[in-house]
Nanobody
């Protein structure tokens, strides 16, 4: 599975941004998809994930109510709509695919990772 994340960039606090992740190489509908991020000097952090079985979505507490994960199986893509961005959201954002379909918050559960897209939020 190849994953390509895009849509990052520099924004101001309070702005919105939509990240996209295009997948190829395997039937997309069979994958659970997740978003993680890594801020400078920090550990990789779970952001959101959608379980394959029933499309249940989990969000980290830090983004709940501000970020929305969606997927379009026809386009083999998953999206992360981010609103009310703050400088604390500054990070490289990665999409990941879980062959097991669970869509957990544990990075080690994911089998494939995209290269990441940088989001920089200035105050």
């Amino acid at each position: 599975v190849q994953l390509q994340a895009s849509g990052g960039g520099p924004v101001q606090a309070g702005d919105s941004l939509r990240l996209s992740c295009a997948a190829s190489g395997r039937p997309f509908s069979s994958l659970a998809m997740g978003w993680f991020r890594r801020a400078p000097g920090m550990e990789r952090e779970f952001v959101a994930a959608m379980r394959e079985e029933d499309d249940t979505i989990n969000y980290s507490d830090s983004v709940k109510g501000r970020f929305i994960l969606t997927r379009d199986n026809a386009k083999n893509s998953v999206y992360l709509q981010m609103t009310s961005l703050t400088p604390d959201d500054t990070a490289v954002y990665y999409c990941a695919a879980d062959l097991g379909g669970w869509g957990t918050a544990v990075a080690d559960d994911y089998d494939y990772w995209g290269k990441g897209t940088q989001v920089t939020v200035s105050s």
